[in-house]
């Protein structure tokens, strides 16, 4: 069991198991979504994923594939995230996680927008 926290930890939920799709994003959605170079972003089935602990708010982002994104009440940490990559999916970002909590990610998506000075690890899967 693992446990994804907000930036205050107020709001937290619980996953058992191996996410089904453990990956990195480098389109604009989730450069934006992180603030970073990329998103790294967990997908759990809904069956791994326990209720959170702590208040949410949900918000729906008219983004490239749309998501209802959840958010902490008090420190507006997006923690967990369903969009139409596929029923059943709850998509959490690994960062939420402490340090090792998830293996290392093995898949980069949206490659092309990916910033020049970012290498990715020999043995991922990369998609265009």
């Not at 967990?42 to 008219?62: C, T």
Request: aromatic share 10%; net charge negative; proline share 8%.
């Amino acid at each position: 069991m693992a446990t994804a926290r907000c930036s205050c930890g107020q709001l937290s939920l619980e996953v058992e198991g191996e996410p089904v799709l453990n990956a990195l994003c480098h389109c604009s959605d989730c450069r934006r979504r992180t603030g970073s170079a990329f998103g790294w972003q967990a997908y759990f089935l809904e069956a791994q994923v326990s209720p959170p602990s702590g208040q949410s708010k949900a918000r729906s982002v008219p983004v490239a594939e749309p998501q209802t994104r959840h958010f902490c009440t008090e420190c507006g940490t997006t923690l967990w995230w369903t969009q139409g990559l596929g029923p059943g999916l709850i998509g959490v970002p690994g960062g939420a996680f402490e340090a090792n909590a998830l293996e290392e990610p093995n898949a980069s998506y949206r490659d092309e927008n990916r910033c020049s000075w970012l290498s990715i690890p020999g043995g991922w899967t990369v998609y265009p």
